[in-house]
């Protein structure tokens, strides 16, 4: 069986270091999963006043009911997490009864300056506690932006980040693999 991982960046920009990660991440993912990144440039903010959810949204919303787990990568924007991210995340949250998250496996990864996005990780862990998402405690992927990790088009190049990200793959197989056993 192989295992549908739904990719979604925070940052919206082609060169982004945190698109960099997912584009790694999708060419090194192991056996038996395959990684969609998600498009959320035409994904407009939540408003419960649209009467008909937008193209963009309908396919986002598709991809979230295909996806048997969840790789969110996570830039930080003033110590917290990007609205792009955030957003997608309200979208799902409104379908009825939580479906579309309740109880998806999620691993988080993320660039940044600094301490390379573990402020906005933390934030986003309270919102996956929230929405009823569980994501894997280990092991955490911070890579600063500005490091030298990464080219000037945002593709990674630092051997430690790419084994941590297969490492953090690896994991995310194993915790689907153990939230999807039948209870009892």
């Known amino acids: 069986m192989t295992i ?13 270091t945190n698109r960099g990660l997912l584009r790694f991440a999708q ?11 998600a498009d959320l440039l035409d994904v407009p903010f939540y408003n419960a006043d649209l009467a008909e959810k937008p193209a ?11 996806a048997d ?34 109880g998806k496996p999620v691993a988080i990864l993320g660039s940044a300056g600094g301490m390379g996005s573990s402020r ?14 569980h ?5 955490e992927v911070f890579a600063n932006a500005f490091s030298g990790a ?10 430690k980040i790419q084994d941590n990200i297969r490492q953090l793959l690896q994991a995310l197989s194993l915790w689907q693999k153990q939230l999807s056993l039948p209870v009892g």
């Open 135 to 139: 994501p894997l405690n280990k092991p």
């Open 56 to 66: 963009a949204v309908s396919t986002l919303l598709q991809e979230f009911a295909e």
């Open 4 to 16: 549908k991982v739904l990719a979604i960046c925070g940052s919206l920009r082609a060169r982004s």
């Open 150 to 159: 990464f080219d000037h088009e945002g593709n990674l190049l630092d051997q």
């Open 69 to 102: 787990a969840l790789l969110l990568a996570c830039p930080e924007y003033n110590y917290s997490l990007a609205p792009a991210l955030k957003n997608a995340l309200d979208w799902a949250s409104r379908e009825p009864d939580n479906h579309l998250l309740r």
């Open 120 to 133: 906005s990780q933390y934030h986003l862990r309270q919102v996956c506690v929230y929405l009823d998402l």
């Open 27 to 37: 060419a090194n993912a192991p056996t038996g999963m395959k990684i969609h990144i």
